[in-house]
């Protein structure tokens, strides 16, 4: 069982990066939410909080910024029909935004996520009301603008299925001195119309 990794990053591929475990020489590849991607430094290393995922025919790593946002990852993958991917592309909402979508009973910007229709949406809201503590402040630093936040906003929202040339276009057309959480969220209302 894997509960923190702390390494380098040899590859980023999507949403997915292979980290070098510094002293060990071993490599993982693990799945990480858009945070993740928008926290990488240019030194490319990186320390994450896992979910370990484990079946009867694979075994797959999941990678989180903070403890809260894994624990809302784990959350959302106990919703009926959200597996590990759906769950990262809600994430990729951000972690306050979802919480309050969800606090709010907004299933209209839930279901504006690839995958998740109302009726799932409403399963979600439905099922996480209740165990969310709405009132708790993300431990998550607040994310840092770069200059190559276009890059990590079009890696985020690809990740989330959406087609690449779309999302360049829609990007064009928002402001960029909005911060990077709003920015995303511009992008995916303007996708889901």
């Known amino acids: 069982m894997f509960w923190y990794i702390d390494g380098d990053i040899l590859a980023i591929d999507g949403i ?6 510094r002293w060990t020489g071993l490599g993982f590849d693990i799945l990480v939410s858009p945070s993740v991607l928008g926290h990488i430094t240019p030194d490319k ?16 790593l999941f990678g ?11 959350d959302l993958n ?12 809600l994430l990729g909402l951000w972690e306050e935004t979802l919480i309050r979508a969800i606090h ?9 996520v690839p995958g998740i229709g109302k009726k799932t949406a409403q399963k979600i809201i439905v099922d996480l009301k209740g165990s ?18 276009d890059v990590l906003l079009v890696s985020s929202l690809v ?19 909005l911060s990077l959480e709003n920015r995303t969220i511009e992008a995916i209302r303007k996708l889901a119309q």
């Open 16 to 21: 997915t990066l292979t980290v070098q475990v």
């Open 45 to 60: 290393k990186v320390s994450l909080w896992i979910h370990h995922h484990k079946t009867d025919v694979s075994e797959l």
């Open 64 to 74: 989180f910024i903070s403890t809260d946002e894994r624990k809302l990852f784990r």
């Open 78 to 89: 106990k919703v009926n029909g959200i597996g590990g991917k759906t769950a990262l592309a």
């Open 104 to 112: 709010l009973e907004d299933d209209k910007l839930l279901s504006s």
């Open 132 to 149: 969310i503590d709405f009132s708790k402040k993300s431990n998550t630093p607040e994310q840092k603008i770069q200059n190559n936040t």
């Open 159 to 177: 990740s989330m299925w959406y087609d690449k040339s779309r999302v360049e276009s829609v990007i064009s057309e928002i402001d960029s001195k």
